[in-house]
């Protein structure tokens, strides 16, 4: 696998199977797992944004796997107060094994990658969630048993993060995906055009089109960090495109309803449609320990170690 994992580009198909293939090992053996592939390894988690699940699932995960962890908030680190990204990178990188970063330029992360010696995560950027995406995977595959010819249609601020990465995720895993959004929010017509993988990413302004016969339904915050200042506007933009009953019924039967958290009831997703049986947004969630921890065997076991577990 690549040193880093800045976007879904790093990652080739091949690595999607084996973190697939990893995870389902890592998740029936969680309390059982031999191997500790991060023993005597420090891995740097710098935050410059607020986090419960990739925090969480990052630090725990380090830790059944071994290793130690430093959480960092990155005000608070002489980042805050002007020192350069490459001399932080030369600094941490004789210091940890590893860095897990979320921050708002994404520029940033491939500038700290680019200087840094050890592998570089990118836990979420203004403009990739990977880690996101990886479990997303993991949470599909698990409930079709296939990732090929799956139909998801993503709704709400097509031109975030999320939608951004589920572009690269959906098309690298064969998925057919449709983001509705409003033209002010379309998708990343750069991102949508970028040749990897089987599958598509199609924009469907109608969200009721966008919606027929899916077999997943994804929305995200319609707010997304650092775009507070915008938050009457968005709201009001965006009001047809909340997940609610009425979308859900022109979808497939059986339906399963996907966001990455932390959600808004009453704004991107009604509570009925979030805390109904199709919702399987709390496995989603569980998956990211999963996925993350297959992610950091990949990244940072030896060879035969991954080979082993997975034959
Ligand atoms: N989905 C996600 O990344 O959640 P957190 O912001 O809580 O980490
Ligand atoms: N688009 C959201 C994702 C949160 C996990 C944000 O950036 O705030």
């Known amino acids: 696998m690549h040193k880093d994992l800045l976007s879904i580009e790093d990652v080739t198909r091949d690595n999607i199977n084996d973190i697939i293939k990893l995870s389902t090992i890592i998740k029936q053996k969680r309390w059982t797992l031999e191997e500790k592939p991060l023993l005597g390894k420090t891995i740097a988690l710098i935050f410059a944004k607020s986090s419960t699940r990739t925090r969480v699932s990052f630090e725990v995960g380090i830790k059944e796997l071994g290793g130690n962890v430093i959480y960092l908030d990155q005000a608070k680190t002489q980042l805050g107060r002007g ?15 590893g860095i897990v970063i979320r921050t708002y330029k994404h ?3 491939v500038e700290l990658a680019q200087f840094a010696t050890i592998p570089i995560i990118n836990a979420l950027t ?11 995977l993991l949470t599909i595959y698990e409930y079709s048993e296939k990732l090929d010819g799956v139909k998801m249609t993503f709704l709400g ?11 690269l995720a959906c098309k690298l895993g064969g998925i057919d995906l449709t983001i509705t959004a409003p033209e002010e929010f379309r998708p990343s ?16 302004i109608d969200p009721i089109k966008a919606c027929e016969g899916a077999d997943y339904l994804y929305t995200d915050v319609w707010v997304s960090m650092g775009c507070e200042d915008e938050a009457k506007k968005r709201l009001k933009i965006l009001a047809p495109y909340q997940l609610n009953e009425e979308l859900m019924s022109v979808a497939s039967d059986n339906v399963k309803i996907l966001h990455c958290l932390p959600a808004h009831r009453g704004e991107e997703i009604s509570a009925g449609v979030l805390d109904s049986n199709n919702s399987i947004v709390f496995e989603q969630a569980e998956n990211r320990l999963h996925a993350q921890k297959a992610l950091l065997f990949l990244m940072m076991a030896e060879k035969h170690v991954i080979d082993n577990l997975l034959k």
């Not at 020192?83 to 094994?97: F, G, M």
């Not at 203004?126 to 995406?133: E, I, S, T």
């Not at 601020?157 to 572009?167: R, V």
Request: charged share 30%; hydrophobic share 30%; aromatic share 6%.
């Open 83 to 97: 020192e350069t990204i490459e001399d932080t990178a030369k600094v941490l990188s004789r210091y940890v094994q």
């Open 107 to 109: 520029e940033d992360v």
């Open 126 to 136: 203004d403009k990739y969630h990977p880690c996101q995406v990886l479990a997303d």
């Open 157 to 167: 601020d097509g031109s975030c993060n999320m939608p951004n990465s589920l572009i």
């Open 189 to 204: 017509e750069e991102i949508m055009n970028l040749e990897i993988g089987t599958g598509s990413a199609k924009w469907e």
